[in-house]
């Protein structure tokens, strides 16, 4: 089976993340050509891939090679570079691609401000200007969600011209991830016969549990909320009569004990979450 693969690699400077988003029709396309690590950089190693280029490109980024120069080094010591394809972001921006002349058509790459698009045995070239153009507009949102777009805009191009497998989103930032890991998002769909689509139902539910809303629309638990959070946490058998402890205990069962910090001032999402919870058992 020959992995035909589209694929974007990019970093957001100001947030300090780097990432992956990658589609094909390839059995868990994510456990192979998916690699990032924070403060280094991340590649996309594809067509008859050889993972060591994840793992030696960024070994060599940490070394300080500048994309283009790492890649350069990746490829002079493969005799099959010709059948390879590559995207590659330093920790400074810098993007580079391969696209080696023996790729499976149509097969070709595109680099622009802190991001490499590549793609082979595609539908036809429109897949790669999709990722590119659709990242390059969309910096008002977070990385992992430009690079989504991005990965779901290529498909609507086109895409593997076999149809869908899998997709993997890799985001990573140092303490960026539940409990201060260096992993903010790790999401794979090996085996769907809509996996992009698939991956983009698994983002919402990453961004409910482990997203964050911003401080200035968290809501003050004042004494109509205190009331209304207490009845519904008893309902739900929550009974110590401390309301911080309760809510905060009720969270951990339900995966949302990173948006609960104490009881005087309340995320929405985890209000909203606590209406649904109770309103089933009712």
Not at 24 to 52: C, M, N, Y
């Amino acid at each position: 089976m020959t992995p035909s693969t589209f694929s974007i690699v990019a970093c957001d400077l100001d947030r300090r993340e780097w990432g992956i988003a990658v589609a094909s029709r390839f059995l868990a396309i994510g456990a192979l050509s998916a690699w990032a690590e924070p403060e280094v950089g991340a590649v996309a190693t594809q067509s008859f891939i050889k993972a060591s280029y994840g793992s030696d490109g960024l070994r060599l980024l940490a070394q300080g090679e500048p994309a283009p120069e790492a890649l350069a080094r990746l490829l002079a010591e493969d005799d099959g570079r010709e059948q390879r394809q590559v995207g590659i972001i330093d920790s400074d921006g810098r993007a580079a691609a391969h696209t080696g002349s023996a790729c499976v058509r149509w097969a070709g790459d595109r680099c622009g401000p802190s991001y490499a698009a590549q793609g082979n045995m595609l539908v036809s070239g429109d897949t790669v200007v999709a990722l590119a153009e659709t990242f390059e507009g969309g910096a008002t949102v977070s990385l992992a969600e430009r690079l989504l777009g991005a990965l779901a805009a290529g498909q609507a191009a086109g895409g593997d011209r076999r149809g869908q497998q899998a997709a993997a989103l890799r985001v990573v930032r140092r303490g960026g991830g539940y409990g201060g890991a260096d992993v903010a998002v790790d999401l794979r769909v090996d085996d769907h016969p809509e996996a992009v689509r698939e991956l983009q139902r698994l983002y919402g539910l990453h961004e409910l549990y482990f997203g964050s809303t911003p401080e200035d629309e968290w809501l003050p638990v004042d004494d109509d909320l205190e009331r209304e959070l207490g009845t519904r946490l008893d309902r739900l058998g929550y009974t110590s009569g401390d309301l911080a402890a309760d809510l905060e205990a009720w969270a951990g069962v339900e995966n949302l004990e990173e948006r609960v910090r104490g009881a005087a001032r309340l995320d929405p999402v985890v209000l909203s979450e606590l209406r649904k919870c109770e309103e089933r058992r009712s």
